[in-house]
């Protein structure tokens, strides 16, 4: 199989002020043709995202459910295990589980969780992927790692899906991405917030550029699976209108980038449904990222460019 991949729609929604809320979210993301809803992992405004997801996909029948991703420093893998084969099984095979290294620092700061270094975050999130698999798979499983320790458990219930729910690594910087490139089954090519925050390096690394290096990472990690592994891209901003250089120009001057930087950047689209979805189209050409997931305000906005895309 060679890339192009057909395109499939995320939407990333995180709040809700009631059950029926976020329930009625997950429905129109899935009358709307969105593929999945996914939810980041944060300490502060927003559900937390195991019994979220739970009931969105519960109130929902193909809605894919997942994460952008879990903090790996905030639950031993043993426990995740537990907690994503559950949702696997409960969803009956439609959990994505995306992992991260963890990088917010507000997040580490409010709750004294420690804040190791990014080498050994990322070191410690190798061992969970590899400790989430061996959870997941059909026997006893046993691992003696720098930061964990499995002994002969037998990781139940088993998920739905062969093997467990795909997962997803995402990140703006080599070591990750390379990392992901290795070891996930969905790439995600984000910022790069090792500034612990989305600050001026994040906004820098969304550029045309700046993703074009990141791509090279990840086909030279990925070598010969290159070609098995699908690209995900998260857009930080999504705007359909017709006024697409005036709305550009606002926008941009707000994140500190002038319009032209902003349009060509993979992270942001603004423009009529029709000219994102040729965008879209030549982003898919060369990056390779088929898997687009938008933010909640554009749920419906970005209804058109879906229903044109999907499956395509």
Known sequence: MTHP???R?????AKAGSSTEWTDTAKKAEDLGYSALLMPDHFGDQLSP???????????????????????DFRHPAVLAKDTATLDLLSDGRLEVGVGAGWMTEDYSSTGITHDRPGVRIDRMIEAIEVLRGLWGDD??????DHYTIT????LP???QPGGPPIIVG?????????????ADIVGVNPNVGEGKIGPEAIASMSSDATEEKLGWIRDAAGDRFDDIEISILKFV???TEARDAVAEKVGGGMGMDAATLLASPHTLVGSAEQIADELIEQRERWQGSYVTVQSDALESFAPVVAALAGT
Not at 152 to 155: D, P, R, T, V, W
């Open 5 to 7: 991949r057909p395109f």
């Open 9 to 13: 729609f995320g939407v990333m929604a």
């Open 50 to 72: 195991i019994p979220a997801l739970s009931m969105a996909a519960a109130a929902t029948k193909a809605l894919r459910v997942g994460t952008l991703v879990f903090a790996n």
């Open 140 to 145: 006893a499983f046993s691992f003696d790692g």
């Open 152 to 155: 002969e458990m037998n990781g």
């Open 158 to 160: 088993k998920p739905v």
């Open 171 to 183: 990140g703006g910087g080599k070591r990750v991405l390379s990392t992901a490139a290795r070891l």
């Open 238 to 240: 999504t705007i359909v």
